[in-house]
């Protein structure tokens, strides 16, 4: 899987690859930019993604996510990090890659033992 600098070498390659539909997320499903199609978690899969953390700010950090639905189509969905306090937690757990092997988890945030930290 290729590492990228910027969320715009990650866009313009996976556009490349066919990657051209763009999601955003609604409450409790996905909703393809420019048209009234929606995709629930069901609907979708992750097929990679990609991290990048803001080199000053915190807040600056996003993950890009290649999707391919259910109906074949191939987009991108932009996370930028807290900004989907209303978005489902059905939704919202398609998109924690730590735990399924399906998925190139390079770089996944993983969720901190409580064991460890005695």
Do not use: C
Request: zero cysteines; a negative charge; aromatic letters at 10%.
């Amino acid at each position: 899987m290729a590492n990228y600098d910027t969320v715009t070498q990650a866009m313009e390659s996976l556009s490349e690859r066919g990657y051209t539909h763009q999601f955003e997320a609604k409450k409790d499903h996905l909703k393809e930019q420019n048209s009234d199609t929606q995709f629930k978690g069901d609907d979708f899969l992750v097929d990679e993604f990609h991290r990048f953390e803001g080199t000053s700010d915190p807040g600056d950090e996003m993950t890009v996510y290649a999707i391919t639905t259910n109906n074949g189509t191939k987009g991108v969905f932009v996370m930028a990090q807290g900004t989907y306090a209303d978005v489902s937690p059905d939704l919202m757990a398609k998109f924690n890659v730590g735990e399924r092997p399906t998925v190139n988890t390079d770089g996944a945030v993983q969720p901190i033992d409580p064991s460890a930290a005695n």
